[in-house]
């Protein structure tokens, strides 16, 4: 579609289905919660962490911190905070943390989603747990910091040779869903 070289196969119903079938997989893809803390823990550790060195002063001056990634990993942290969306973000698609101190000299953090390529509108985000869009500090902290792995690497390491080391799609699933949606153009094998 972007390149102008799509199939001959593809018919604009079949390109809807696939658009549909791609959406609903970025988000089965992140509703396990172990699956969701184990992708988004270690970026969102990262800016916690480097929040708390900004709020604490030892940030070495530096007011802003720039990451730059993949729409699964947007999909991810936006998961981990309990956003479930059915999309897969687009192409300069972007969060921001913003830091807000309050009157009682606290903190409040507020996330912002832009989900659109060409548009400076952002949408503040619902985090789970919080009381508001704009999410206390400490709250933040009590929820999500016990979700936050503790040694990536131990936790994704195999627990025995039987367990498969990716269950990425869920074929059956897919199948059932497209037979469902009576398209029967598309046809593969397991």
Known sequence: ???????????????????????????????SPDINRLRAGPLIKDILDNI????????????????SAHDMTIAS??????????????YAGALFF????????????????????NS?????IQIQGCPSTLCPLE???TIYQPRIPVDIDVECQRRSKSTP???????????DFL??????EIAFEL
């Open 1 to 31: 579609d972007i390149y102008n070289v799509t199939p001959s196969w593809v018919t604009p119903s079949i390109l809807q289905e696939l658009k549909l079938i791609n959406q609903l997989s970025f988000y089965h893809l992140l509703l």
């Open 52 to 67: 708390q060195n900004l709020i604490s002063g030892s940030s070495s001056g530096k007011k802003a911190k720039i990451y």
């Open 77 to 90: 942290v936006l998961s981990f905070f309990g956003a479930n969306y059915v999309h897969q973000p687009p």
């Open 98 to 117: 913003d830091v807000y101190q309050t009157d009682t000299n606290s903190y409040a953090i507020q996330i912002d989603y832009q989900d659109r390529t």
């Open 120 to 124: 400076n509108t952002t949408y503040p």
């Open 139 to 141: 709250v933040l902290n």
């Open 165 to 175: 080391t990716s269950n990425r799609y869920n074929f059956p699933a897919m199948t």
């Open 179 to 184: 037979h469902s949606r009576q398209c029967p």
